[in-house]
T-cell receptor, first 114, second 111 residues
Framework: DGGITQSPKYLFRKEGQNVTLSCEQN?????MYWYRQDPGQGLRLIYY???????QKGDIAEGYSVSREKKESFPLTVTSAQKNPTAFYLC?????????????FGPGTRLTVT | EDKVVQSPLSLVVHEGDTVTLNCSYE??????LLWYKQEKKAPTFLFML????IEKKSGRLSSILDKKELFSILNITATQTGDSAIYLC???????????FGTGTRLQVTL
């Protein structure tokens, strides 16, 4: 079965702690993305990576970090510098070619920081 | 800065009604416009539109793009309670295959 997996589904952390969200895909997609979704705000791009060992900041990268050491994995770390980390986090992937292709989404991780 | 605006923000209709959801955009180097349906978790892909005036259809859902006026509509005919969801519009622009999303339209279909 091809797809994108995110773990865990729900995550609870105390303020001041870093936390890493997992994203794995077996679709052989080159590009991977992290989005944050808050109520009434749609999806906002945090970081994206078009190829292994390379990634770029999205619109709201402050307080987050990523790595792309393997094609199939793109973990996101929410650091203590992120002022409002409680949100629903979605990972996506897509083929990176000349044409336009849709992004496929994982099931998401709901992070609650208290 | 790329911008995507959806309207209305939310909508409540009765089963059997027809609805039209709107998406307008202002982006640099437009490549495509995509519609997604989000029920509980992961958004699922509905349509990708790249050319003006060509309707894409899937069952009771259809969508069309107007690249001159910079908008798209998503139509759902004979709505069912299973159509209740958030409908997201996203635009791909530039060279980096990034999507800019609108805030979504929350559709509720009641019996």
């Amino acid at each position: 079965d091809g797809g994108i997996t995110q773990s865990p589904k729900y995550l609870f952390r105390k303020e001041g702690q870093n936390v890493t969200l997992s994203c794995e895909q077996n679709l052989n997609h080159d590009a991977m993305y992290w989005y944050r979704q808050d109520p009434g705000q749609g999806l906002r791009l945090i970081y994206y990576s078009q190829i292994v060992n390379d990634f770029q900041k999205g619109d709201i990268a402050e307080g987050y970090s990523v790595s792309r050491e393997k094609k199939e994995s793109f973990p996101l770390t929410v650091t203590s510098a992120q002022k409002n980390p409680t949100a629903f986090y979605l990972c996506a992937s897509s083929i990176r070619e000349a044409g336009s292709y849709e992004q496929y989404f994982g099931p998401g991780t709901r992070l609650t920081v208290t | 800065e790329d911008k995507v605006v959806q309207s209305p923000l939310s909508l409540v209709v009765h089963e059997g009604d027809t609805v039209t959801l709107n998406c307008s955009y202002e982006v640099t180097n437009f490549r495509s416009l995509l519609w997604y349906k989000q029920e509980k978790k992961a958004p699922t892909f509905l349509f990708m539109l790249t050319s003006s005036g060509i309707e894409k259809k899937s069952g009771r859902l259809s969508s069309i793009l107007d690249k001159k006026e910079l908008f798209s509509i998503l139509n759902i005919t004979a709505t069912q309670t299973g159509d209740s969801a958030i409908y997201l519009c996203a635009v791909e622009a530039g060279t980096a295959s990034k999507l800019t999303f609108g805030t979504g339209t929350r559709l509720q279909v009641t019996l």
